[in-house]
Nanobody
Framework: QVQLVESGGGLVQAGGSLRLSCAASGRTFSNYAMGWFRQAPGKEREFVAA????????AVVDSVKGRFTISRDNARNTVYLQMNSLKPEDTALYYC????????????????????WGQGTQVTVSS
């Protein structure tokens, strides 16, 4: 079992920045690829970014490329999502998730591959 706790959300003006954190506990963090997803009101949850076990491989959705960066610190059991140049359309509940890759170093965009999920942190971007 892995427990995930997100933090760092809040209210920010368009053009501003936030850094989300996701602290993991319960299992060896470095065994898991990590992902960030988001769900806006009335919409389905969507992929945002993912990072492999080692941190060498990342993936981000096209709509946030050049603005969001995913990183991880395996010594701190934490994954981060740095969000710059925020837009109102980035408003959503942001979730982190953990994927037990069985030792493979990949970053997946597929929600069904993730085994554990946090409760989410709200990001609201005002125009």
């Amino acid at each position: 079992q892995v427990q995930l706790v997100e933090s760092g959300g809040g209210l920010v003006q368009a053009g501003g920045s936030l850094r989300l954190s996701c602290a993991a506990s319960g299992r060896t963090f470095s065994n898991y690829a990590m992902g960030w997803f988001r769900q806006a009101p009335g919409k389905e949850r969507e992929f945002v970014a993912a990072i492999s076990q080692s941190g060498r491989k990342t993936a981000v959705v096209d709509s946030v490329k050049g603005r969001f960066t995913i990183s991880r610190d395996n010594a701190r059991n934490t994954v981060y999502l740095q969000m710059n140049s925020l837009k109102p359309e980035d408003t959503a509940l942001y979730y982190c998730a953990a994927d037990n890759t069985g030792g493979l170093d990949y970053a997946t965009t597929r929600q069904y591959q993730y085994d554990y999920w946090g409760q989410g942190t709200q990001v609201t971007v005002s125009s």
